[in-house]
């Protein structure tokens, strides 16, 4: 993992002393409001505004429920005298984003509560005035709980702290699983091979899944491996090939920053991309890969995998729910987890690592903060199996009890539905939040543990290839690499970063569809730097310099 540098420790010492005062008391809340909080609960009951991106639950309420009127704002309104409300709502990021946008640099009322996926945005809601300093909220009204919980990850603080004051928090803060490799064993077993785990392996595999019927068909119509290259070389989630660079380039994977011995260097332009590229060359030119993937995007690229036409994709452990259907579409599939290959040197290969989906950002007319934490830590009860969740947020939704036995398949529910429902979906997280990220909680199961609580039973409950692929994660969590650079975009990636990414991902297909020489790598490296790279560098370092320089401690007078 990356060392800790002065940047890092700058970050948690400012949040440790802005967690000190943090505790789980309602002291009252600063809102002009004849609300009172009793017993946990608000009477009257208040309203939260709120905006949300939601295209993965769109169309997937139940029971007649909708957008403001659910199961999970009943609950908070009966439970805690909270109402929810959505009053913006966008589809896609792009979409959510320029509405949020559109909302900020207008008249109307904003949300109260708002989370942003987008640095540039962070920073412009920030400059704009319109949203709220929370160092005294999160001193006065965060919860022990979740203090424990954000101690642990400080540098997702880093982009909403300008000069001392803190702006937001992250959404549920979580190191999320690793990559592992999903494999047709049944194609494995036929040609008599062992899961690779190394470059060399992987290339024998993926030449036999393309060459020698592996499917038993008669026909020369499959290949070995699947991902997708439209938006990069490094999706960190699905349909991934970040594993083949990490081979040759060690920990500078495409598209992140890393930090070594204190500076910040750029992956895409680091050594050994362009061994990766030549590899990846030759085996596009010999129908190992998918055809199209330039024009795949990570989702689209399952497709193929699903039809039983590619031998191997690599994801988080969950894809396996996404792809599975191989095995009914199939007769005789079969998909295993394994681990990522080694790389050249023997060393592990490398991902990318997320600690936190978006940040918390409040309307700066917000005073309900302390209605926030309490319904917020609320919803943390999933994550420990405790309080009002203790075995998911809704029965009959997300699980159910039947004959007095907790299930969590919903085809088995008292009332069956198709899908046990996306219920943390509807929350003002957009996912439930969890503490287990890289997959404690199956490594335990696999080791001994009894699923003799919430988090284990569902863990319990899931198939033995999702499970594989989860204890996979745990023992393998130290090849997760978060971006060393979480900032606004400087000054020069405003006017280049755009155009930078575009010719690196459309240098980088060209090279591996043979439309460009090998050699096109070090023109590409040398111009990167003289149209922007280099300046881009130079601030990338001053700002993690500076992020280190500021006393933030001071300022916020909590020395």
């Given at each position: ?411 088995k529910f008292n009332n069956p539905i198709d899908e046990v429902q996306g219920v943390g979906k509807m929350l003002f997280t957009k996912n439930t939040p969890s503490v287990d990220g890289t997959g404690k909680s199956f490594y335990d199961l696999a080791n001994g543990s009894k699923a003799d609580n919430g988090v284990l039973m569902r863990s319990d409950a899931a198939d033995q290839t999702t499970k594989d ?76 310099v500076n992020a280190s320089k500021i006393d933030v401690m001071a300022n916020m007078g909590l020395k």
């Amino acid at each position: 993992m990356m060392k800790k540098t002065s940047a890092i420790i700058t970050t948690a010492l400012l949040l440790a002393g802005l967690l000190a005062g943090c505790g789980s008391k309602n002291n009252g809340s600063d809102a002009a409001t004849e609300s009172t909080l009793k017993d946990g609960k608000y009477d009257p009951p208040i309203t939260i505004t709120i905006s949300k991106q939601q295209d993965e639950n769109a169309g997937k309420y139940i029971n007649g429920e909708s957008l403001n009127n659910n199961v999970m704002t009943q609950w908070g309104e009966e439970n805690l005298g909270i109402k929810i409300e959505t009053t913006l709502l966008g589809g896609d990021w792009s979409q959510y984003n320029t509405k949020l946008r559109l909302g900020l640099t207008g008249t109307e009322q904003l949300p109260d509560v708002m989370p942003v996926y987008d640095t540039a945005l962070l920073n412009d809601m920030i400059q704009s005035g319109r949203v709220k300093e929370i160092t005294e909220d999160i001193k006065k009204y965060m919860p022990d709980r979740l203090k424990e919980i954000y101690k642990q990850f400080p540098t997702t603080f880093t982009p909403v702290v300008q000069d001392g004051k803190v702006y937001g928090m992250a959404i549920s803060p979580n190191l999320t699983e690793g990559e592992v490799m999903l494999i047709r064993q049944d194609w494995l077993d036929k040609l008599n091979l062992k899961a690779p785990t190394n470059i060399d392996e992987f290339e024998k595999v993926i030449a036999a899944f393309t060459n020698d019927d592996p499917d038993g068909n008669g026909k020369k119509d499959t290949y070995g491996f699947d991902f997708s290259g439209k938006d990069g070389y490094n999706t960190g989630w699905v349909s991934d090939a970040v594993m083949i660079f990490s081979a040759y380039t060690g920990k500078h994977l495409p598209g992140k920053w890393l930090e070594e011995d204190g500076k910040l260097t750029y992956g895409s332009v680091a050594d050994g991309n362009k061994e990766a590229l030549a590899k990846l060359r030759d085996w596009y030119s010999k129908g190992y890969l998918n055809k199209e993937l330039a024009t795949k995007a990570a989702w689209d690229a399952l497709a193929d995998f699903t039809e039983g036409k590619a031998g191997i994709i690599i994801g988080r452990p969950w894809l396996y729910g996404s792809i599975k259907d191989v095995e009914k579409n199939v007769k005789g599939a079969k998909v295993n987890a394994y681990p990522t290959i080694n790389a050249i040197n023997g060393d592990k290969t490398y991902q990318s690592a997320q600690l936190n989906d978006g940040v918390f950002m409040f309307n700066k007319d917000f005073n309900n903060m302390e209605a926030f934490f309490l319904y917020y830590d609320k919803l943390y009860d999933v994550a420990f199996g405790t309080g009002d969740f203790k075995y998911g947020y809704a029965q009959g939704y997300d699980y159910d009890i039947v004959n007095d036995q907790v299930t969590f398949d919903s085809k088995k529910f008292n009332n069956p539905i198709d899908e046990v429902q996306g219920v943390g979906k509807m929350l003002f997280t957009k996912n439930t939040p969890s503490v287990d990220g890289t997959g404690k909680s199956f490594y335990d199961l696999a080791n001994g543990s009894k699923a003799d609580n919430g988090v284990l039973m569902r863990s319990d409950a899931a198939d033995q290839t999702t499970k594989d692929g989860y204890v996979i994660s745990y023992e393998n969590r130290d090849v997760l690499l978060p971006d060393a650079f979480n900032g606004a975009p400087t000054k020069t990636m405003q006017t280049s970063w755009a155009q930078l990414q575009t010719t690196e991902i459309e240098m980088f297909t060209k090279i591996i569809y043979s439309n460009e020489p090998l050699e096109a790598y070090d023109d590409f490296v040398k111009k990167w730097y003289e149209k922007g790279g280099t300046q881009i560098t130079d601030e990338v370092n001053d700002w993690y310099v500076n992020a280190s320089k500021i006393d933030v401690m001071a300022n916020m007078g909590l020395k």
